[in-house]
């Protein structure tokens, strides 16, 4: 069973940095991609970063460029967000996601950044 624990949300002031980390354990193997997606109330959840496992190719959503940082440590199957310059809107639901052959996601962090 493959499991997937995010840490590190929380309220926050504008202006403000978290790190958030997630965790896959379990049965997983030959991970391609990891990475974040978030999901604001009433809104789709959306790309917010994304890496490679090989060759660490990095994809990061406009709305996050220059502010968040994506990084893993492949050993030990971790892979964390760092939250630079946080805004009102980026408060949503944050999603740790894992791909081998299929996808994984884990349960979700509350991030709130009050204005």
């Known amino acids: 069973q493959v499991q997937l624990v995010e840490s590190g949300g929380g309220l926050v002031q504008a202006g403000g940095s978290l790190r958030l980390s997630c965790a896959a354990s379990g049965r997983i193997f030959n991970i391609n991609v990891m990475g974040w997606y978030r999901q604001a109330p009433g809104k789709q959840r959306e790309l917010v970063a994304t890496l490679t496992t090989s060759g660490g190719s990095i994809n990061y959503s406009d709305s996050v460029k220059g502010r968040f940082t994506i990084s893993s440590d492949n050993a030990k199957n971790m892979v964390y967000l760092q939250m630079n310059s946080l805004k009102p809107e980026d408060t949503a639901v944050y999603y740790c996601?894992?791909?081998?052959?299929?996808?994984?996601w884990g349960q979700g962090t509350q991030v709130t950044v009050s204005s």
């Open positions: 996601n894992v791909q081998t052959w299929r996808w994984y």
